[in-house]
């Protein structure tokens, strides 16, 4: 069973804090690892991609990639409220086409 | 910019009725997926479609649902007798590539089924 884990919050941060956003997963050859955000009653929309260890930077956005402790993570510098979203961890396990999506951690910025 | 669109945005329908839901692809993309979420809960997949036939399939998608490359445009779910349990935000995607390879999905804005 391929499972991805997030704590499901909410995760409350005050305007321009960091917010740091993790996930874990189950399948360890899993290659490639998505942050979506889901604002209420829309679709995901893709934040980032990872599929190297380390981080990798976009913006406001570092995500975080160990593949030797399954974890993913994101962290948003200077979040504003326009951040307060659903953050969706998706893994793309090796042997499946599909992305199998985490719980997804409610974040509230407040102002 | 290419974007993914769905038809309808909401339908309600009785219970035991057939639904079919639409989608038109981003035109260059070759895999095909469609993903529910119940309200509140995580984003599910069903099925995904490569090459005019299913390619993989979850343990939701029996053989109640369907799918079909109508034409070249058009990809569409179709839920036969539908039940309560099946209302939910109903997500067609799709990706240039599929395993193994980073690309993202692409989203529509989602169908939502309500059924009473």
């Known amino acids: 069973q391929k499972e991805v884990e997030q704590n499901s919050g909410p995760l409350s941060v005050p305007e321009g804090a960091i917010a740091s956003l993790n996930c874990t997963y189950s399948?360890?050859?899993?290659?490639?690892f998505f942050w979506y955000r889901q604002y209420s009653g829309k679709s995901p929309e893709l934040i980032m991609f990872i599929y190297s260890n380390g981080d990798k930077e976009d913006g406001r956005f570092t995500a975080q990639l160990n593949k030797a402790s399954q974890y993913v993570s994101l962290l948003i510098r200077d979040s504003q409220p326009s951040d307060s979203a659903t953050y969706l961890c998706?893994?793309?396990?090796?042997?499946?086409?599909?992305?199998?999506f985490g719980p997804g951690t409610r974040l509230s910025v407040l102002p | 910019e290419p974007e993914v669109t769905q038809t309808p945005s909401h339908q309600v329908t009785q219970m035991g009725q057939e639904v079919i839901l639409r989608c038109v692809p981003i035109s260059n993309h070759l895999y095909f997926y469609w993903y529910r979420q119940i309200l509140g809960q995580k984003v599910e997949f069903l099925v995904s479609f490569y090459n005019n036939e299913i390619s993989e399939k979850s343990e939701i998608f029996d053989d109640q649902f369907s799918v079909e490359r109508p034409d070249g445009s058009n990809f569409t779910l179709k839920i036969r007798s539908t039940k309560l349990e099946d209302s939910a935000m109903y997500f067609c995607a799709s990706s240039e590539a599929g395993q193994g390879w980073p690309s993202e999905l692409f989203f529509g804005e989602g169908s939502r089924l309500t059924v009473l």
């Open positions: 998706a893994v793309n396990p090796p042997n499946g086409q599909n992305f199998v």
């Open positions: 399948d360890r050859g899993s290659q490639s």
